[in-house]
């Protein structure tokens, strides 16, 4: 009767060892760093991202043409704004009137990551916030600017991004 419960205490302490070593998330366990996300990055919010800088390059973007480039439906709107809600994200157009200005993603889920961005935009200038990219329209000749804010500063191509602020360039 004795060797049951020492075989017992034996394999829940096991058990529990097994437990605590899978608690370890490959972010914290990569570089040993830990609160730094680092990983691949998620490819959804990309296409829309692009979607969204090509359409604020066209002359006048009017909500119904950037919410179509974007192949998204309009949630909500007041005046100012309008919501659009994606699987893993959501995107917030500034509409003064009815021209989009700047269209902001909260990549709640979709996290995509600096690199993936640099693929798409080329090299950023790295600011306060985060990294900014500079994106000028051959059609066009409309200069873009795209904000990404990473989850944790200060970022590498590695680092994943929280939020995405795409707007026109100021003019000098």
């Known amino acids: 009767m004795l060797k049951y419960p020492i075989a017992l205490l034996l394999v829940s302490s096991l058990w529990a060892l097994s437990a605590c070593s899978r608690g370890e998330t490959p972010e914290h366990a990569a570089e040993g760093e830990p609160g730094r996300a680092h ?9 829309h991202v692009r979607a969204g800088v090509h359409a604020l390059t066209q002359p006048e973007p009017s909500v119904e043409y950037v919410a179509a480039e974007m192949e998204g439906v309009i949630m909500a709107r007041t005046k100012s704004q309008a919501l659009m809600h994606y699987d893993g994200y959501r995107a917030t157009l500034t509409t003064p009137g ?15 990551a600096i690199k993936q961005l640099t693929g798409l935009f080329g090299e950023p200038e790295e ?20 904000l990404a804010e990473p989850v944790s500063m200060p970022a590498d191509e590695g680092s994943l991004v929280r939020r995405i602020i795409i707007e026109g360039a100021r003019k000098r």
């Open 39 to 47: 990983a691949q990055g998620d490819d959804a919010a990309l296409d």
């Open 98 to 112: 009815n021209r989009v200005t700047q269209i902001k993603f909260d990549l709640i889920e979709a996290k995509p």
């Open 127 to 146: 600011v306060r916030k985060g990294m900014l990219y500079e994106y000028v329209s051959a059609a066009t000749g409309a200069t873009i600017v795209i």
